[in-house]
């Protein structure tokens, strides 16, 4: 990966469905904020410009988003309005801060997946299915940088369907954002009976998922955007 500036989310928020992908990507940018602001808990930001960056068109979402994070504590202050002048503070909870929280376990990708021009392209649900997959890898583990979770698995961990999954897969492989190593169905002469015949036992492993890294940090510069803010 490169030295660009990282996002780290704890991994129990990336493979939770107790927020959904809008959410899960209004907080990646409001940790980002967090660095930005010089590592205040508590900082002013520009809500519009927030919008902006998160292809957010309506203040609602932008506040239901804020009402969700805030009632699952990532923040702490409770944000009921948002001024037509001004920004907004952010109160971040410090648990969900690396250097703040030694215990936790964190997923990081550069900032450059929080872009806006990523954002366009493959969607909320595409962004969290990057940082899904990356918290399965171990980048130590230079013989396995690959993540292989049922299809099932992920549709559970992240509250939406099988479909919606092979969906978003599909936009990420045409974005060459992700490469996706397919397993077709196969055998080890292994049999069993069912009734008064032998059945071949067929085996389907799961799909091995690798997050194309020099290309997401490439992909905003291609498409003329560089709005992480």
């Known amino acids: ?12 928020i990336v493979r939770s469905s107790t927020i959904n992908a809008t959410e899960f990507v209004s907080l990646a940018k409001l940790i980002q904020g967090y660095y930005i ?33 805030h009632e699952q504590g990532y923040v702490l202050n409770q944000i009921t309005n948002l001024p037509r002048k001004g920004g907004i503070d ?34 909320y649900i595409g962004v969290r299915l990057l940082y899904y997959y990356k918290s399965y890898i171990n980048e130590k583990d230079t013989k396995k940088q690959y993540a292989h979770p049922a299809e099932e698995l992920i ?7 099988k479909t919606t999954v092979i969906e978003y897969n599909k936009k990420l492989k045409k974005h060459k954002l992700l490469k996706i190593e397919s397993h077709e169905l196969s055998h080890n002469n292994e049999y069993k009976r069912v009734g008064d015949r032998q059945m071949i036992i067929f085996t ?26």
């Open 204 to 229: 389907k492993y799961n799909n091995h998922y690798t997050p194309l890294y020099d290309n997401i940090d490439e992909f905003p510069e291609k498409n003329g955007s560089k709005l992480v803010i």
């Open 90 to 123: 952010i109160e971040i909870n410090p648990q969900i801060i690396p250097e703040l929280n030694d215990g936790s376990i964190f997923t990081q990708l550069t900032k450059n997946v929080l872009d806006k021009s990523v954002i366009s392209a493959v969607g």
């Open 37 to 69: 602001s010089g590592c205040n808990e508590v900082y002013r930001l520009d809500h519009k410009v927030l919008m902006n960056f998160l292809n957010i068109k309506d203040n609602k979402t932008l506040k239901e988003a804020l009402k969700t994070l």
């Open 1 to 12: 990966m490169s030295n660009e500036f990282k996002v780290q989310i704890p991994t129990e």
């Open 155 to 161: 549709a559970k961990d992240l509250g939406i369907s």
